[in-house]
């Protein structure tokens, strides 16, 4: 178990939907990272935060959004949803810059 | 930017068999990570490497990093059912200007059987 609790585990939803995805991330950790899993792209960066404050952004949608709140959970929302965004989304959480990324289980997200 | 490139793609081996996994980079490595995922579920982490010529081992598991030729290697010895996933190699994301930015980019992943 690495610490890391996002939720749901699954979610269904249809096009155009809009979702918030959660994570929790590891006791004492301050940096939150999203990632997005497909076959085809691997594992993508989308964006980092560290103690409330975005620090990274990477290839993230316009339609994609996140934030860390004070009690350094972190939410990921997903909106104008297309069959194309189906994909595992992961969250991390780090100690600092350059420490191991602690991975939770993932979202399966499937839009129909 | 930065890549990274893993080899094999695949890989299906005996049990008991020895087996290498490698892992390249289109840009100088300051921090080399390595994951295992089973399908489906999150990453595992295994081990980070930071110094050329550092090797770590876990187990049955064994990592180099050669800083010098961009590269890392993953070597399990004895291989057993339980070694079956995805292993993945992560490194740190360097700017334009060759800084960290704090986050890991990832390989492809190389898929590992093993048969009973």
């Known amino acids: 178990d690495s610490g890391v609790t996002q939720t749901p585990k699954h979610l269904i939803t249809a096009t155009g939907q809009r979702v918030t995805l959660r994570c929790s991330p590891r006791?004492?950790?301050?940096?939150v990272y999203w990632y997005q899993q497909s076959l085809d792209q691997g594992l993508q960066f989308l964006i980092q935060?560290?103690?409330?404050?975005?620090?990274a952004k990477g290839n993230i949608l316009e339609r994609f959004s996140a934030q860390q709140f004070p009690d350094l959970h972190s939410e990921l929302n997903l909106s104008s949803l297309e069959l194309g965004d189906s994909a595992l989304y992961f969250c991390?959480?780090?100690?600092?810059?350059?420490?191991?990324?602690?991975f939770g289980n993932g979202t399966r997200l499937t839009v129909t | 930017s930065q890549e990274l490139e893993q080899s094999p793609q695949s890989l299906i081996v005996q049990e008991g068999k020895n087996l290498t996994i490698n892992c390249t980079s289109s840009k100088t490595l300051y921090g080399l990570y390595w994951y295992k995922q089973k399908y489906g579920e999150g990453l595992i982490f295994l081990m980070m490497l930071q110094k050329g010529g550092e090797e770590k081992s876990h187990e049955k598991i064994t990592a180099k990093l050669d800083e010098k030729k961009q590269q890392s290697s993953l070597h399990i010895t004895a291989s057993q059912p339980s070694h079956a996933g995805i292993y993945l190699c992560g490194a740190d994301n360097l700017g334009v200007y060759g800084g960290s930015q704090g986050n890991l980019i990832f390989g492809k992943g190389t898929k590992l059987s093993v048969k009973p």
């Open positions: 991390a959480s780090s100690l600092r810059t350059n420490s191991p990324l602690h």
């Open positions: 935060y560290y103690n409330g404050e975005e620090r």
């Open positions: 006791s004492g950790d301050l940096s």
